[in-house]
């Protein structure tokens, strides 16, 4: 693993966000809002689920605080609010992913848990970055069959249809 895939990884998962708001934008509010058996209750407290986790990893590459308190910590009440924040947050993670060294491939991040407060951990920051990217496309999976659950088509987001997309 080398900054180039992840710097695909990055670009694949603005594609798939936008690919899944787009699907979550033709949804009425009571429905997008509808309570799930969902871990995170909804499409809206799934969604914003992984908007929290960008920012608890994004912050703690940049060695800095986060203000997430909790891993189901509700960032915004509505779908626009929402929307332009993981569209800012998917910038973000494309540059930090761009900005990288080669060499911090290498490093390991020390970062303190929020599951567990007090507890410190390290982990090797290819590592971080991996985790980073499934648990968006493991999140996104929940969404996905949310989206199943209504009258809206959920999109395709295998990373093979971003691939042929791009030409590559």
């Not at 603005?14 to 909804?42: G, H, I, M």
């Not at 992984?50 to 189901?72: K, P």
């Amino acid at each position: 693993m080398n900054l180039d895939y992840f710097r695909v990884l990055a670009q694949y998962n603005q594609w798939a966000n936008r690919r899944v708001y787009d699907a979550c934008a033709q949804l009425a509010d009571t429905e997008y809002s509808r309570p799930r058996a969902a871990f995170f209750k909804s499409i809206h407290g799934t969604l914003n689920h992984l908007l929290v986790g960008d920012r608890v990893w994004l912050a703690r590459i940049a060695e800095t605080e986060s203000g997430i308190s909790g891993l189901d910590q509700i960032l915004y009440d509505t779908f626009a609010a929402l929307r332009a924040a993981r569209e800012a947050e998917d910038l973000r993670v494309i540059a930090t992913v761009d900005a990288m060294p080669p060499k911090r491939l290498d490093d390991d991040l020390a970062y303190r848990q929020i599951v567990q407060p007090g507890g410190m951990r390290r982990t090797p920051m290819r590592l971080v970055l991996a985790h980073m990217f499934n648990h968006q496309t493991h999140h996104r999976g929940q969404v996905h069959d949310q989206l199943t659950q209504t009258l809206i088509a959920p999109p395709s987001l295998d990373l093979i249809f971003y691939l042929r997309e791009r030409g590559m």
